[in-house]
């Protein structure tokens, strides 16, 4: 099966690659389909998240697992696209270069039969350009935390302040 996949930059301005590619492909492979897309040269950490309906960001499929002691972290050499996007679930947020923090929404659009003499994975659609440096993120902080509160309980906390 052929699944058919936009990637959207997490920018204001519209900016995305319609891609095809094989579900039996890695999440390795369809993240190197994805970096040759944009452009990129391929030569930073990334991840795939799942996520829900809501883009709600869950499990991470690691490029490398960066644990010195190893790690029940999925890793996309090992993981194949088919078992991670489906009709059911077909949203994943991909983070590329943890120091610029691209992020992009990818979702499932059609699953449809190989066509023979097309080499997959396949740009079918590019639009926009990608910017020189990624959208800026607006992080918020939870309102209702009350930052004071916490530094004056300071005495609350289970910390050795005679740690050194």
């Given amino acids: 099966m052929i699944y058919k996949i936009r990637i959207i930059l997490d920018a ?3 900016i995305f690659r319609d891609i ?5 492909n890695s999440m390795e492979e ?4 994805i970096t040759q897309a944009f452009g990129f040269l391929g030569n930073e950490m ?11 960001q869950d499990e991470e499929i690691a490029l490398f697992d960066m ?9 996309m050499n090992e993981t194949f696209l088919e078992d991670v996007i489906t009709a059911k679930s077909p949203k994943l947020i991909y983070v590329y270069d943890f120091l610029s923090m ?6 499932l659009a059609d699953i449809v039969e ?4 097309i080499a997959y994975p396949n740009v079918l659609f590019s639009f926009g350009e990608l910017p020189e440096l990624p959208p800026e993120k607006n992080f918020k902080a939870d309102p209702s935390f009350d ?5 004056e309980n300071y005495d609350d906390l289970d910390f050795d302040e005679n740690w050194n």
């Avoid at 190989?114 to 003499?117: D, T």
């Fill in 12 to 14: 204001e301005e519209d």
């Fill in 20 to 24: 095809e590619i094989d579900a039996g």
């Fill in 30 to 33: 369809f993240h190197n389909a």
């Fill in 46 to 56: 990334a991840s795939f998240y799942t996520c829900d309906e809501n883009w709600v």
């Fill in 67 to 75: 644990n010195e002691n190893g790690s029940d972290v999925r890793l």
């Fill in 102 to 107: 691209w992020t992009f929404f990818v979702e």
């Fill in 114 to 117: 190989n066509e023979p003499g």
């Fill in 147 to 151: 930052f004071d509160d916490t530094l």
